[in-house]
T-cell receptor, first 114, second 112 residues
Framework: AQSVSQHNHHVILSEAASLELGCNYS??????LFWYVQYPGQHLQLLLK??????LVKGIKGFEAEFIKSKFSFNLRKPSVQWSDTAEYFC????????????FGKGTTLSVSS | IAGITQAPTSQILAAGRRMTLRCTQD?????MYWYRQDLGLGLRLIHY???????GKGEVPDGYSVSRANTDDFPLTLASAVPSQTSVYFC???????????FGSGTRLTVV
């Protein structure tokens, strides 16, 4: 069975600081990987996704993530956060061949102070 | 505007009552999903449907049932609500099972 682990429960940063949120998954086969963001009081929105090809993927709002297959990781990064990035971030994975539903990590709350 | 509509937005429900959460999408997506979101637990899959006429159980299906009579609608029913079903429920859809999801705005359910 697949599982997703997000290392940081709550991250607190000042504006302009760099961000890296960790995500590891457990599954031996080929996977699709996603990062979603949930702003306070809103539903989840897709930040970026990786299916194949270049392991460094760029998403919306200046976010990027790097797939490192050997480490089963898909960490989210942003060079300089803004107050408006305050939100909860979810990593998700599904097994490509099986066509299974997304399995989500427990989420990381990011608080950015201005 | 294309997307997913969930109803109601919020509901307070007496324990033991039956409740159906509605989910409708207008994107002609084949796959649809129901998740519940609880603090510290993230999103957990309740039920899913890869195509109209088929459904499957997710991680936490007990106490819930779904149907998929057509492409657009995927209602979630709580046959006899219990307080542990207090949660925020999100419906999602995707063109195929391997694609990213579009989420609805959620239903906040409180069972008292």
């Amino acid at each position: 069975a697949q599982s997703v682990s997000q290392h940081n429960h709550h991250v607190i940063l000042s504006e302009a600081a760099s961000l890296e949120l960790g995500c590891n998954y457990s599954y031996g086969g080929t996977v699709n990987l996603f990062w979603y963001v949930q702003y306070p009081g809103q539903h989840l929105q897709l930040l970026l996704k990786y299916f194949s090809g270049d392991p460094l993927v760029k998403g919306i709002k200046g976010f990027e993530a790097e797939f490192i297959k050997s480490k089963f990781s898909f960490n989210l990064r942003k060079p300089s956060v803004q107050w408006s990035d305050t939100a909860e971030y979810f990593c998700a994975v599904n097994a490509r061949q099986a066509g299974t539903a997304l399995i989500f990590g427990k989420g990381t709350t990011l608080s950015v102070s201005s | 505007i294309a997307g997913i509509t969930q109803a109601p937005t919020s509901q307070i429900l007496a324990a033991g009552r039956r409740m159906t959460l509605r989910c409708t999408q207008d994107m002609r997506h084949n796959a649809m999903y129901w998740y519940r979101q609880d603090l510290g637990l993230g999103l957990r899959l309740i039920h899913y449907s890869n195509t109209a006429g088929t459904t499957g159980k997710g991680e936490v299906p007990d106490g819930y049932s779904v149907s998929r009579a057509n492409t657009d609608d995927f209602p979630l029913t709580l046959a006899s609500a219990v307080p542990s079903q207090t949660s925020v429920y999100f419906c999602a859809s995707s063109p195929e099972a391997n694609y990213g999801y579009t989420f609805g705005s959620g239903t906040r359910l409180t069972v008292v």
